[in-house]
């Protein structure tokens, strides 16, 4: 018996090593096929959030509302007050977020107005989300025919309806779906172990994905939700190959496959973008700070017409693209303001497109130029900004603060001081160092310092705030044999932000580099650190006929003589201007 057993095991072992190999293989393979160049010349596309949490569409004012039944699960206040209007909020949450189909009407969608307006904004693909994390599905899914759009809420095949509309309008079609669920029996994402969901894959998510592929042949796939499990456990390099071999050459995936994931397109979430141009990239991200539309948002949230568009064309300089959200109404309209941004984004790529579309990196993305501003005045540092930055015009990443003030005791006390941090904090009193925190957020990784302070000793401090990218993080707190860790009281205190400010990009194509002004430019400009230009080389202001002189130093300094394009003309062409410089 003994024997047996020990054969078994070593039976299991040899599985398992042939099963990680094909595995390996398998991303082997996957890594080897070219990714389609029309994702790479696209540069932007439309994704789209509408589900049943477009109904009480709520959220903080910095959350994703399309994580509305997670909310639930964890009753948060905010969203059990939103809910309440809508549904029972003492029934499980299956069943209260059910009831949210009964106000799901989708009675003015019309789903060739969506196609056309995406159209008119200048995408080349669209990324409807088919099913989020509800698991909820948006067409007649045989594998939840009870929870789908066909047979409640609008009592519609959204999927099927917008395809076809996008196609029309001449756009490439992309699913957004969810690989995990938190409601289904099978497994409960977050609430049953990690390691349990095979047989959710198996049984329910493989055959399910295949049946939506097969049935609409999308080119794009947007998988999500991978972050707990590994590529292995979902299966995931079986599915992208079988997704290949079916839809074709065309088709592409991103990278949110699990841990392990070795191929798709990149998908940075609110960001400044990246600078890895081995894979091609998309930051995906809305026209505010939330997916799922979220009434409860500010307008500073939105994103102006003219960020919005230099934020563009600083991901496409770098390589990258943009997959812009909007959040639609539980009507079935897109709000006016998201409307907006998509037509001034359009009208602008009319014009300026050529630097755009099937563009490449320049050796030089961008040129940029120190900035500062004082920060509003508080008496404490304590914050989380999410997706966002202190100050308007300020970036969400790649910036430092540093404040000043005063700490007096209380009184005789020892005291305990805290920082947390994301991602780096120092703390300087003095003159000495008596923090440093260079770790990301962990309650694990917080840094302590212990001092005694006499009565109405005062520590002058100096700290400094630096933030790389994703969110910006930072405490400073205190605590006393009477009191437990609260923020640092400080007197007087002041903060000055500084970054990097965006002046202008470069793109090239074919022998063309274009030149994207973020300032307006007067009757001259300049433009140092050029590459050599040829002597016949023709510059053009796009969107103008006005002829340009231009002359360039030895230094590279390249001037441009602008005083024969009219003023009016400048001023039309607006957010950004581009300079066409023909070799």
């Given at each position: 018996?003994?024997?047996?057993?020990?054969l078994?095991l070593?039976?299991?072992?040899?599985?398992?090593?042939?099963?990680k190999?094909?595995?390996?293989?398998?991303?082997?393979?996957?890594?080897?096929?070219?990714y389609?160049?029309w994702?790479a010349?696209?540069?932007l596309?439309?994704?789209?959030?509408?589900?049943l949490?477009?109904v009480?569409a709520?959220?903080?004012k910095?959350?994703?509302?399309?994580?509305?039944?997670?909310?639930?699960m964890?009753?948060d206040?905010?969203?059990?007050r939103?809910?309440?209007?809508?549904?029972?909020?003492t029934?499980?949450?299956r069943?209260?977020?059910?009831?949210l189909t009964?106000?799901?009407?989708?009675?003015?969608?019309q789903?060739?107005?969506?196609?056309?307006?995406?159209?008119?904004?200048?995408?080349?693909?669209?990324?409807l989300?088919?099913k989020?994390?509800?698991?909820?599905s948006?067409?007649?899914?045989?594998y939840?025919?009870?929870?789908?759009s066909?047979?409640s809420?609008?009592?519609?095949?959204?999927?099927?309806?917008?395809?076809?509309?996008?196609?029309?309008?001449?756009?490439?079609?992309?699913f957004?779906?969810?690989?995990?669920?938190?409601?289904?029996?099978?497994?409960?994402w977050?609430?049953?172990?990690?390691?349990?969901?095979r047989?959710y894959v198996d049984s329910?998510?493989v055959?399910?994905?295949?049946?939506?592929?097969?049935t609409y042949?999308?080119?794009l796939i947007?998988?999500?939700g991978?972050?707990?499990?590994?590529?292995?456990?979902?299966?995931?390099?079986?599915?992208?190959?079988?997704?290949?071999?079916?839809?074709g050459?065309?088709?592409?995936v991103n990278?949110r496959?699990?841990q392990?994931?070795?191929?798709?397109?990149?998908?940075?979430?609110?960001?400044a973008?990246?600078?890895?141009?081995?894979?091609?990239?998309?930051?995906?991200?809305?026209?505010?700070r939330?997916?799922?539309l979220?009434?409860?948002?500010?307008?500073?949230?939105?994103?102006?017409p003219?960020?919005?568009?230099?934020?563009f064309?600083?991901?496409?300089?770098?390589?990258?693209?943009l997959?812009l959200?909007?959040?639609?109404?539980?009507?079935?309209?897109?709000?006016?303001?998201?409307?907006?941004r998509?037509l001034?984004?359009?009208q602008?790529?009319?014009v300026n497109?050529?630097a755009?579309?099937g563009?490449?990196?320049h050796a030089?993305?961008?040129h940029?130029?120190?900035?500062?501003?004082?920060l509003?005045?508080?008496?404490?540092?304590d914050?989380?900004?999410?997706?966002?930055?202190p100050?308007?015009g300020?970036?969400?990443d790649?910036?430092?603060?540093?404040?000043?003030?005063w700490?007096?005791?209380?009184?005789?006390?020892?005291?305990?001081l805290k920082?947390?941090a994301?991602?780096?904090?120092?703390?300087v009193s003095?003159?000495d160092t008596?923090?440093?925190?260079?770790?990301?957020w962990?309650?694990?990784?917080d840094?302590y310092?212990?001092?005694?302070?006499d009565?109405?000793q005062c520590?002058?401090?100096?700290i400094?705030?630096?933030?790389?990218d994703?969110?910006?993080t930072?405490s400073?707190l205190?605590?006393?044999?009477?009191?437990?860790?609260?923020?640092?009281?400080?007197d007087?205190?002041?903060?000055?932000?500084?970054?990097?400010?965006?002046?202008?990009?470069?793109?090239?194509?074919?022998?063309?580099?274009?030149?994207?002004?973020?300032?307006?430019?007067?009757?001259?400009?300049?433009?140092?650190?050029?590459?050599?230009?040829p002597?016949h080389?023709?510059?053009?202001?796009l969107?103008?006929t006005?002829?340009?002189p231009?002359?360039?130093?030895r230094d590279?300094t390249?001037?441009?003589?602008?005083?024969?394009?009219?003023?009016?003309?400048?001023?039309a062409?607006?957010h950004?201007?581009?300079?066409?410089?023909?070799?």
């Amino acid at each position: 018996m003994k024997r047996k057993s020990i054969l078994l095991l070593l039976l299991f072992i040899f599985q398992l090593s042939i099963f990680k190999s094909l595995c390996a293989q398998d991303w082997d393979a996957l890594g080897r096929r070219p990714y389609p160049q029309w994702f790479a010349d696209a540069k932007l596309g439309i994704f789209v959030h509408w589900g049943l949490y477009s109904v009480p569409a709520y959220a903080s004012k910095e959350g994703y509302s399309e994580w509305l039944y997670r909310g639930l699960m964890s009753r948060d206040p905010g969203r059990m007050r939103a809910m309440s209007y809508f549904a029972d909020t003492t029934l499980p949450v299956r069943e209260m977020y059910a009831q949210l189909t009964r106000h799901w009407h989708a009675e003015l969608w019309q789903p060739a107005d969506w196609a056309r307006l995406f159209r008119q904004a200048g995408a080349r693909y669209v990324v409807l989300v088919t099913k989020h994390h509800d698991g909820y599905s948006l067409w007649d899914d045989p594998y939840q025919p009870l929870w789908n759009s066909t047979v409640s809420g609008p009592r519609r095949n959204i999927v099927a309806e917008l395809t076809d509309a996008v196609r029309a309008e001449g756009l490439t079609m992309g699913f957004y779906y969810s690989l995990p669920e938190w409601s289904h029996p099978l497994h409960r994402w977050t609430l049953d172990p990690h390691d349990s969901i095979r047989r959710y894959v198996d049984s329910y998510m493989v055959p399910q994905f295949k049946h939506l592929v097969s049935t609409y042949r999308p080119e794009l796939i947007f998988a999500d939700g991978d972050w707990d499990f590994t590529a292995d456990q979902l299966r995931s390099a079986e599915l992208i190959d079988w997704y290949y071999r079916t839809v074709g050459p065309s088709a592409i995936v991103n990278d949110r496959w699990g841990q392990g994931t070795k191929h798709g397109f990149k998908t940075p979430e609110y960001s400044a973008g990246i600078a890895d141009t081995t894979r091609p990239w998309a930051e995906c991200r809305g026209i505010g700070r939330s997916f799922g539309l979220n009434r409860n948002e500010d307008l500073a949230n939105y994103l102006t017409p003219t960020a919005l568009i230099q934020h563009f064309c600083e991901l496409v300089a770098h390589g990258g693209g943009l997959t812009l959200n909007v959040g639609p109404y539980a009507d079935g309209t897109i709000p006016l303001i998201q409307q907006e941004r998509l037509l001034a984004l359009g009208q602008w790529l009319e014009v300026n497109g050529e630097a755009i579309y099937g563009s490449r990196p320049h050796a030089t993305p961008c040129h940029r130029v120190s900035d500062s501003a004082s920060l509003p005045h508080s008496t404490s540092i304590d914050f989380d900004w999410v997706r966002n930055a202190p100050m308007p015009g300020m970036p969400v990443d790649n910036f430092s603060i540093r404040w000043q003030g005063w700490f007096t005791a209380p009184g005789r006390a020892t005291y305990w001081l805290k920082a947390v941090a994301n991602d780096e904090m120092t703390v300087v009193s003095n003159g000495d160092t008596i923090l440093h925190h260079n770790h990301a957020w962990a309650e694990n990784n917080d840094v302590y310092c212990t001092g005694r302070l006499d009565r109405d000793q005062c520590l002058a401090l100096d700290i400094y705030y630096r933030e790389r990218d994703l969110e910006a993080t930072a405490s400073l707190l205190v605590s006393t044999d009477s009191l437990h860790f609260a923020p640092l009281p400080i007197d007087s205190l002041r903060g000055t932000a500084t970054w990097q400010r965006t002046v202008r990009c470069f793109t090239t194509k074919g022998d063309n580099l274009y030149v994207i002004e973020f300032e307006r430019p007067g009757s001259s400009l300049s433009i140092p650190d050029m590459p050599r230009l040829p002597k016949h080389a023709r510059i053009a202001l796009l969107g103008s006929t006005a002829p340009i002189p231009w002359r360039q130093k030895r230094d590279g300094t390249l001037s441009l003589d602008l005083s024969l394009v009219p003023h009016h003309e400048l001023d039309a062409l607006a957010h950004a201007w581009v300079f066409r410089i023909e070799k």
